[in-house]
Nanobody, 127 residues
Framework: VQLQACGGGLVQAGGSLRLSCAAS????????MGWFRQAPGKEREFVAG????????RYADSVKGRFTISRSNARNNVYLQLNNLKPEDTAVYYC?????????????????????WGQGTLVTVSS
């Protein structure tokens, strides 16, 4: 089972990026997919998540209105559109999958709920 994230890079403040995460090895269509980020010296934090069937979404307050999570179950992919980026968005972004049967319709914000993790992609926002 693998999650492969890509799409990070260097962008100026106010710019945009689109992160992608490809899942392989099993079907993730029924599970919750999430994005987390970790800035240097800080703990990993929840950014956004999306359920598998209803496509219900949840966002951290710090990214609401700027980031959009989406997914394609047919392609086993999840995406994160990052708009109006700020220097404080600089971090390594990780995609993750929560396949717990008890949380299929709930996006958890805690790292411990997610079993599978991608390797991370670096987003750097310059001021």
């Amino acid at each position: 089972v693998q999650l492969q994230a890509c799409g990070g890079g260097l962008v100026q403040a106010g710019g945009s990026l689109r992160l992608s995460c490809a899942a392989s090895g099993r079907t993730f269509s029924s599970g919750v997919m999430g994005w987390f980020r970790q800035a240097p010296g800080k703990e990993r934090e929840f950014v956004a998540g999306i359920t598998g069937s209803e496509f219900a979404t949840r966002y951290a307050d710090s990214v609401k209105g700027r980031f959009t999570i989406s997914r394609s179950n047919a392609r086993n992919n999840v995406y994160l559109q990052l708009n109006n980026l700020k220097p404080e968005d600089t971090a390594v972004y990780y995609c993750a999958a929560d396949l717990s049967p008890s949380r299929l319709h709930v996006v958890s914000t805690t790292t411990g709920s997610y079993t599978y993790w991608g390797q991370g992609t670096l987003v750097t926002v310059s001021s």
